[in-house]
């Protein structure tokens, strides 16, 4: 065993379909610091779980899967997002799907500014809007990711689990017509079903989709290692759910904000088996 790589990575990048990465970076977290030891620990984890995916009949032994390790990260967020702008043109450049491994929310604008040239919608599973402009005075904040994305990428935007944020960013989601948000409670009376047909069809113009997945989108009683832990979220099963659903359709994905000091592991253990079923979920649509 190698923790030093994710579990069944071990295919060369020129041979993977799928290509891993850490971004081991928490510089704006506002809470709680430390998600920048989530990509080591998930790691770690992953080596917990067999090959073989009963439900989808997918064998991860099977699939080629490359680990890049962490790439380098610095005290200064935006330096930091440029560095994971360049590792995502360079796998997406060379036809691999890239799954980015946090480290706080703000490493994903640069996943998804990645893919600017193309016609893309991006999934956002999260408990916090994200929608400010700036928070401490730092535009790239975790607080703004999903705010950019929008205005600098794609108005082709899904948020789901939220359950949290300020009165400016409830209003801004109100009167923007453009973009789709369901809250946990949207998710516990409508039901994960019902919303992902509703997302279907609101994406349905969009070639692909990005997806990801803040792990405070969780109830933390499911998932109590985060930088933001917010009740009344979602549960595992309706995450997995909306991850299998969306990921035939996606071209990469992520999964960000687990502090792992604040519990014993079971946080990255979840963590580490979304990944692995969103790999598995892709795979399976790419055989059919």
């Not at 990575?9 to 081991?24: H, I, K, Q």
């Not at 935006?78 to 702008?85: I, K």
């Not at 005075?137 to 108005?155: K, L, Q």
């Not at 979602?234 to 604040?262: C, N, Q, W």
Request: hydrophobic share 35%; net charge negative.
């Amino acid at each position: 065993m190698n923790s030093n790589l994710f579990a069944d990575a071990s295919d060369s990048f020129e041979d993977a379909t799928f290509v891993l990465f850490g971004a081991p970076f928490d510089g704006t977290s506002s809470y709680r610091k430390g998600s920048k030891w989530a990509p080591m620990e998930m790691r770690k984890a992953s080596y917990n779980f067999e090959t073989y995916n009963g439900d989808l009949d997918v064998d991860l032994s099977d699939v080629p899967i490359h680990d890049m390790g962490d790439c380098d990260t610095f005290a200064d967020v935006d330096q930091t997002l440029e560095v994971v702008y360049e590792v995502s043109r360079q796998i997406i450049g060379a036809n691999k799907i890239p799954i980015m491994m946090g480290g706080e929310h703000s490493l994903t604008y640069p996943c998804v500014d990645a893919y600017k040239d193309k016609n893309i919608g991006v999934v956002v599973m999260d408990a916090h809007y994200d929608l400010r402009e700036e928070y401490g005075g730092v535009r790239n904040n975790h607080a703004c990711v999903s705010r950019h994305i929008i205005d600098d990428v794609t108005s082709k935007y899904v948020s789901i689990g939220i359950r949290s944020g300020t009165k400016d960013e409830y209003d801004y989601v109100k009167s923007n017509k453009d973009i789709r948000s369901y809250t946990s409670n949207d998710v516990s009376d409508m039901g994960i079903d019902r919303i992902l047909k509703e997302v279907d069809q609101y994406m349905s113009n969009c070639d692909k989709i990005y997806l990801s997945l803040d792990m405070d989108a969780l109830d933390p009683a499911y998932a109590p290692a985060l930088g933001t832990p917010e009740p009344f979220g979602m549960t595992p099963r309706e995450v997995r759910t909306v991850i299998r659903h969306l990921a035939p359709k996606t071209i990469g994905f992520d999964l960000v904000e687990i502090s792992p000091e604040y519990d014993s592991g079971n946080t990255a253990m979840l963590g580490a088996k979304l990944i692995r079923d969103y790999i598995a979920a892709k795979r399976k649509s790419m055989q059919a």
